[in-house]
């Protein structure tokens, strides 16, 4: 190996698997790492946990530090921001957030890592004072000063997907009167499928939580420069605080004009990570992924798919190695008192896969009626009409089945059937599970449609 100046920008999972992989991989390389923010390797999956309470110091949720870096030979430029490439030169543009200077880097391998920012929707009253969103430390730390206030009283969540439903949780549990709004008719629209979301929807409701969903938003109200209300084509909600959760982009204008970009902003990547630029990689959220249920690319930002093309990333900077499969979009989370998971495709998303699926719902007992503190497990299995191949699972309790979704991933990613999932070799044992796990108990209802829709041979 020659010697090499290898620049990584981004250290969240993305950018923090490219370094690790090449520190172990490329001994000699002189490396130099580029971040935005103050801080290297924040973990947003943990937000929640801090805004919640659970953890008390947000230093504790980053996974890796400048100093740490600086101890293995790594050379960090934190407030320092990446705002161009020029790959014929060889070089990015970067800004010193502190002092205002523009400068040149040079490098021999580029692994880029930007990562994502919030959606901002487009009506009146984005820039109001207390207007949020909640994207890295930056925003977890504001979000947390804002539980903290007895002066908020009235929150306003718009969006009701992943990020949405963690700030609703959080804002409630701290006491504060919490309206969530979406336009779509359920929460989680893509996430889980409507025998899901009902119960869901219905415990936020118990639980005194205004869901407003099939709703416009029109307009943040405000009054001296700062949120008030928040209107929409049904009502109008007080608000001394909002916050937008509508999802998010690529951090990619800065790279129009220099990368191939697809028509979403997400950077054009092969299979091994390359970009369209000679020794340029990229990695996480700003990418798109092989999808394994249809075989195609898509935009499936998390955090495991990033840590797996980081890896990739910088194990191919001198040569095709690594090759990314592919992935099925595999995440779980709870609200309150529910776990649930999913994995692949759903109801609300087979539309869009181009295939012809059937799905299956069934509810069960993970364990037998006689233990003590069994809970019910909601499921559903969604297989391809004509193989019974499985693309896509969810899976709900109020007891943790979430690792489950596992199973069921790696059963889409070898093309199980769901007769091969019904009879799987699943042990028993009352304390744990029934005489037939409720994974089999769930494939074996779906094998019994398919059998009742096969069309019959003449």
């Not at 509810?363 to 391809?384: C, D, H, I, S, W």
Request: hydrophobic share 40%; glycine share 8%; with cysteine.
């Amino acid at each position: 190996m020659t010697y090499l100046n290898i620049v990584v920008v981004g250290t969240s999972h993305g950018g923090y698997e490219a370094v690790k992989t090449v520190l172990e991989n490329y001994p000699e390389a002189k490396v130099k790492l580029f971040e935005q923010s103050d801080k290297v390797s924040f973990l947003s999956c943990g937000i929640q946990l801090y805004l919640e309470g659970a953890v008390q110091d947000i230093n504790y949720i980053h996974y890796a530090t400048k100093e740490g870096y600086s101890d293995q030979g790594v050379d960090v430029y934190t407030r320092n921001q990446v705002i161009g490439l020029d790959p014929n030169q060889k070089k990015i543009r970067v800004k010193n957030l502190d002092t205002g200077e523009v400068y040149n880097e040079t490098y021999d391998k580029l692994i880029l890592a930007p990562g994502a920012v919030p959606r901002k929707l487009p009506f009146k009253g984005n820039d109001l004072e207390n207007v949020y969103f909640l994207r890295g430390r930056e925003w977890a730390l504001k979000n947390k000063a804002k539980i903290d206030d007895p002066a908020i009283s009235d929150v306003v969540v718009i969006g009701s997907g992943y990020i949405g439903i963690e700030l609703v949780e959080a804002y409630a549990k701290a006491g504060k009167h919490v309206t969530v709004i979406d336009v779509t008719e359920r929460i989680l629209p893509t996430y889980l499928d409507q025998e899901f979301t009902d119960i869901l929807m219905a415990d936020l409701k118990k639980r005194g939580i205004a869901v407003r969903t099939g709703e416009f938003v029109q307009e943040i109200q405000g009054e001296d420069g700062k949120a008030s209300a928040v209107i929409t084509d049904k009502g109008t909600y007080p608000a001394d605080l909002v916050v937008e959760a509508a999802g998010v982009v690529p951090n990619t204008d800065w790279l129009k004009g220099t990368l191939d970009l697809n028509p979403n902003g997400t950077i054009v990547v092969d299979a091994y990570q390359k970009t369209s630029a000679p020794d340029v990689f990229a990695a996480g959220d700003a990418c798109m992924i092989k999808y394994n249920p249809t075989g195609k690319e898509q935009n499936i930002a998390l955090a495991t798919n990033a840590r797996r093309q980081g890896v990739a990333a910088a194990l191919n900077l001198e040569k095709p190695t690594l090759k990314i499969e592919g992935v099925s979009g595999t995440s779980a989370l709870s609200l309150f008192d529910y776990k649930f998971a999913s994995t692949g495709i759903k109801d609300a998303t087979a539309a869009k896969s181009g295939l012809e699926t059937r799905s299956v719902y069934i509810e069960n007992y993970y364990r037998p009626a006689f233990v003590p503190g069994t809970e019910k497990v909601y499921m559903k299995l969604t297989y391809e009409v004509g193989t019974d191949r499985i693309v896509g699972a969810q899976l709900m309790s109020k007891h943790d089945i979430t690792a489950a979704i596992n199973t069921l991933s790696l059963a889409i990613a070898t093309k199980q059937t769901t007769q091969q999932l019904a009879f799987a070799d699943f042990f028993f044992q009352p304390e744990f599970d029934q005489q037939w796990n409720y994974l089999c108990e769930l494939a074996k209802a779906a094998y019994k449609q398919a059998k009742k829709i096969q069309p019959v041979a003449l």
